[in-house]
């Protein structure tokens, strides 16, 4: 199932035209990624903060390296100068619920 707050989460105001393509490409980048679980954006600051919340065994350097690529794509296909990326792997924190692994408030891009 997949969740999108196309207003990236911001007011008007703090909005910027660099940060919407930014999060849209890493989106429809990442959400292909099987060990994806969770995609969400955080407050914003000068960066946009995009938390990636992975299954994958823990430690394992495949997975991970799987999702910094699609970060790379995403800030080259966007232009965009910066990207405040995140990445938990689930199985790492097996006492916390993937939900409770981004920051509140979080909007949810995508959830699997």
């Given amino acids: 199932m997949m969740r999108r707050d196309d207003s990236g989460g911001l007011d008007a105001a703090q909005a910027t035209l660099v940060h919407d393509p930014l999060v849209e490409r890493y989106v429809a980048e990442a959400s292909r990624l099987p060990q994806v679980r969770i995609i969400a954006t955080g407050p914003d600051r000068s960066a946009p903060s995009i938390w990636t919340v992975i299954d994958a ?56």
């Fill in 57 to 112: 065994e823990p430690w394992a350097p495949g997975p991970r390296r799987e999702v910094y690529e699609a970060e790379l794509r995403a800030l080259d296909a966007a232009a965009a100068g910066a990207g405040d990326f995140r990445l938990i792997n689930v199985r790492e924190y097996s006492d916390v619920p993937a939900d409770q692994l981004v920051p509140q408030p979080a909007k949810i891009r995508f959830c699997r």
